[in-house]
Structures are given as C-alpha cells and as structure tokens.
C-alpha cells in the first residue's frame, strides 16, 4: 500500500507500507513521473518505516524517480528502511540519502518550512 501526497512547496512524500511488489512499483512510478515531469515536484521524500519487504522494482522505483529529478537539481531522501534495506540501498550508492527521522525533519532538511510545535 502507498500514500503518496504533493506538498504545496513541491516535496513529495511517499509512503509505503507492507510488501512492495512489482505491480505496484509500476503503479506508482507512473504517478510520480507524471508529477516530475508537470513540474509539480521538486524533491521526493520516501517513507519506508511501514515496509517490510521491498524486491528489485523498488529499488528501480527509487533510483528512476532520482533520475527524473535531475534536470531540476531535485532531492531524494529515503526515511527509516529496514536494516536490510539499508544495505541494499548503501550498496547502490543511496546511503547519502538515507536518513533514520520523522517527515517532518525531512522536510526540513529539504528546506521545507517546518511547522511550529
């Protein structure tokens, strides 16, 4: 399962739950590419703390939407895999993306405004 949300300063989130197949990478990477390519997005956050298991087509599903990204100096960053996860997305050169916090502190990091607690 995914929710996937445009925020008004063009970040993206993206968040997956369970397994991710092959079906649904399809599904959604058309949604996303078709967001990039209207302009509507600017950077692409990827919420994995609810996903368990995730195959090669989510590892192309992330990589490809990082190359649609950068004709306009797009960001990518990937919350909270799983440990082997990790290893996987740090073997594909993806660990510079990687990061173990909330959306919220993403966004910030991605020069989102942060709402005030």
Not at 62 to 73: A, E, F, K, Q, T
Not at 78 to 94: Q, R, V, Y
Request: glycine share 12%.
């Amino acid at each position: 399962m995914a929710g996937i949300e445009i925020l008004d300063n063009g970040i993206l989130i993206v968040t997956l739950r369970g397994e991710l197949d092959n079906h649904q990478a399809n599904q959604i990477r058309t949604h996303i590419s078709t967001s990039i390519f209207t302009g509507q997005v600017r950077a692409i956050i990827w919420n994995l703390e609810g996903l368990g298991f995730m195959d090669s087509a989510g590892i192309g599903l992330i990589l490809g939407r990082m190359r649609d990204l950068v004709p306009s100096n797009g960001e990518t960053l990937i919350l909270n895999p799983t440990p082997t996860m990790e290893k996987i997305f740090n073997f594909s050169g993806l660990g510079s993306t990687i990061r173990h916090c909330t959306v919220d502190k993403a966004i910030g990091e991605i020069g989102g405004v942060l709402h005030e607690q």
